[in-house]
């Protein structure tokens, strides 16, 4: 039976050595507001994750962001986007604990003159496609007049009559 190493992760219990401290998100939380530090190294940490995550990415010799739009590379059928991702970058309405606003890395983009940015949200627009590619009266109808596909299926599979029975929970 082989026995942990300082700094080794248990396999069994995935928990770190018992004579280590764990120092991860979880078990920093339960000691912020008895510790100062621990708030700050908190901080320092998501800061760093930002500056490595969407910002290093947008230090590029053009002033210009070319992100790439992968239509087929996300395993979840929907579009990604990459070099950089731009599709979550932290905005300014992301409040601090204390009260206060941070400036965010959505801030920082600004379109060229004459040029804006334009923001869309592809919500369900495979179903909107498949609607058009079988050529479906009525679920283009139903998708048309702003229905929730989701809501209809849920109400077909639980055999509820009409869409009164589905809630969002």
């Not at 901080?43 to 500056?51: F, P």
Request: glycine residues 8%.
């Amino acid at each position: 039976r082989k026995t942990p190493k300082s700094g080794e992760i248990n396999e069994k219990t995935g928990k770190l050595n018992p004579d280590q401290l764990a120092v991860n998100k979880d078990a920093l939380t339960e000691f912020k507001l008895s510790h100062p530090v621990v708030a700050d190294l908190m901080a320092w940490r998501g800061k760093r994750q930002i500056l490595a995550t969407y910002v290093r990415p947008l230090e590029l010799a053009d002033p210009r962001v070319h992100t790439s739009f992968n239509q087929c590379e996300a395993r979840t059928s929907r579009m990604s986007s990459s070099r950089p991702n731009c599709q979550n970058l932290p905005s300014s309405e992301d409040e601090r604990e204390d009260g206060t606003y941070e400036i965010g890395v959505r801030d920082v983009l600004i379109p060229g003159p004459g040029n804006a940015f334009i923001v869309g949200d592809y919500s369900s627009i495979e179903v909107f496609m498949l609607a058009h590619y079988i050529a479906d009266p009525d679920l283009s109808a139903f998708l048309a007049a702003g229905g929730d596909l989701y809501a209809r299926v849920a109400a077909a599979v639980a055999k509820t009559r009409g869409l009164r029975g589905v809630t969002y929970e």
